[in-house]
């Protein structure tokens, strides 16, 4: 299936998981996709397995002004416009709330919620150009249910979430759409680094809705990028300002 052979879009998060997923589903259906992400050797391996000359890389930190502005101007110039913005990129460090620095919240902060406006603010003109411009956001099923030790990372999501019904509102009579994927019970470099990230003494059975019902385990980040697909594509022309959630139903 070719449905995205005349779009062009950039993904934030493209070095690893959910983001890397997407953009080689994008390229294989026909997107010219520009992958960007602050690992450089991310993108590297990304460009490898993608093997098409419609995605190109480009490193940028999506929580500093210079860098995503630069980033999206370069990026539209190269492909001649901007139809799509998928805000991939995303950072979970957990912390007992009582323990979070405020280093931890502004980092979280800066990149989830800062990043998601900085690059959506500098893609702005490109899409609004198009007069069918997609924004998708990630935001997470911890910014609508109870995540205990993610305190910082759920309002950074909750703020995405917040920020995306506001840009579908103001520019859906110029037609922009702009959707939140949130992801939950999925396979992908946060989740399957989770131990890692959350404080020594968690107790893991306050967070048992990171399961998903299903049989099989967690799936992997293709079911997001499926997804995303779709929503970018003339199938999701009439979805807009709204969540879509992928959990495989961990929080009925």
């Known amino acids: 299936m070719e449905r995205l052979t005349d779009r062009r879009i950039v993904i934030t998060g493209a070095g690893s998981g959910i983001g890397r997923a997407t953009a080689l589903r994008l390229v294989a259906e026909g997107a010219r996709v520009v992958a960007a992400d602050v690992s450089e050797e991310g993108l590297k391996e990304t460009a490898s397995l993608a093997a098409s000359d419609r995605l190109a890389i480009a490193t940028v930190d999506v929580a500093d002004e210079a860098s995503a502005g630069t980033m999206v101007r370069t990026a539209a110039a190269d492909l001649g416009g901007l139809d799509a913005l998928v805000n991939a990129a995303g950072i979970l460090r957990g912390a007992h709330t009582h323990d979070c620095s405020l280093e931890l919240w502004n980092r979280m902060i800066a990149v989830n919620l800062t990043g998601t406006f900085l690059m959506t603010r500098a893609a702005l003109p490109y899409l609004l150009e198009t007069g069918r411009g997609v924004v998708v956001n990630f935001s997470s099923t911890a910014a609508f249910f109870a995540h205990p030790f993610m305190a910082a ?22 037609g922009l759409r702009a959707v939140n994927i949130v992801p939950g019970g999925i396979s992908s470099g946060i989740t399957d680094n989770i131990d890692r990230l959350m404080p020594e003494d968690t107790d893991w059975k306050l967070l048992g809705k990171l399961t998903a019902p299903l049989p099989g385990g967690l799936p992997g980040p ?7 697909a779709m929503v970018v594509s003339d199938d999701g022309s009439f979805i807009t300002g709204t969540e879509i959630r992928i959990d495989g139903g961990a929080h009925q």
């Open 222 to 228: 293709e079911k997001i990028a499926g997804v995303v």
């Open 153 to 174: 990372y759920a309002a950074s999501k909750g703020g995405v979430a917040s920020f995306t019904h506001s840009i579908a509102q103001e520019y859906g009579e110029r």
